[in-house]
């Protein structure tokens, strides 16, 4: 198997994950504080926050999705931008934590009891950036269940939308859509012909 950027971010965020879990403190002291970060300067919060999940469940959600889709990503940022397509698929999951986070830290910067964690802003970034250049690919669940990328897209913005208005996990699914935003943004700023993409594609589109 390849390693591809998609892959070794996996395999590190994986890792760091399942330290993580085995390790409470630590795990506190790399989650997103938006008090901390605001008020002690605690910057880093805003990237390691992106490397360390809850359980197993919420690892195993993010990096299924970012795979699905981070492979298909990457191999049209080769395409598209040449040696330069690795450094903006990393600036992209990168910059997907922090831009993500940053209403959150808005909000709840003066909340010394907010803690939130995981890659779902980076994972987003990716996921919407990829159905921006291939809203009609077919992405195979398990090598079984198809769907256009558009319709998952959609469905993992359905999820994140219920899961935030009940869920008291500590995972932030409302970076879900502020990391989906940034995704599209971030390929329209690099790639503006993404969007011609994006409507022709759509435009092709039969239900049935």
């Not at 590190?12 to 399942?18: A, D, E, N, R």
């Not at 880093?44 to 970012?66: A, C, E, K, Q, V």
């Not at 802003?121 to 669940?141: E, K």
Request: glycine fraction near 8%.
């Amino acid at each position: 198997m390849e390693i591809t950027i998609t892959i070794s971010i996996i395999i590190i965020t994986t890792g760091i994950s399942l330290f993580t879990m085995q390790k409470p403190e630590l795990l506190n002291n790399l989650m997103m504080n938006p008090y901390r970060v605001t008020s002690q300067g605690q910057y880093y919060r805003m990237i390691s926050s992106g490397f360390i999940h809850r359980d197993h469940m919420h690892l195993i959600f993010n990096m299924f999705s970012f795979y699905f889709f981070g492979t298909q990503l990457e191999y049209i940022f080769i395409e598209i931008f040449g040696s330069l397509g690795s450094v903006h698929f990393i600036a992209l999951y990168v910059l997907g934590i922090v831009v993500s986070d940053i209403p959150t830290i808005i909000k709840n910067r003066n909340n010394k009891y907010y803690n939130s964690l995981g890659a779902s802003g980076a994972v987003s970034a990716v996921v919407f950036a990829c159905i921006l250049f291939l809203p009609l690919r077919d992405i195979c669940l398990y090598g079984v269940l198809c769907f256009p990328g558009v319709v998952l897209g959609l469905v993992y913005l359905i999820y994140s939308f219920y899961s935030s208005k009940k869920s008291k996990d500590g995972i932030n699914h409302d970076a879900h859509l502020y990391g989906a935003l940034f995704g599209v943004v971030y390929c329209l700023i690099v790639y503006p012909d993404s969007l011609r993409i994006f409507l022709q594609q759509m435009g092709e589109w039969k239900l049935l």
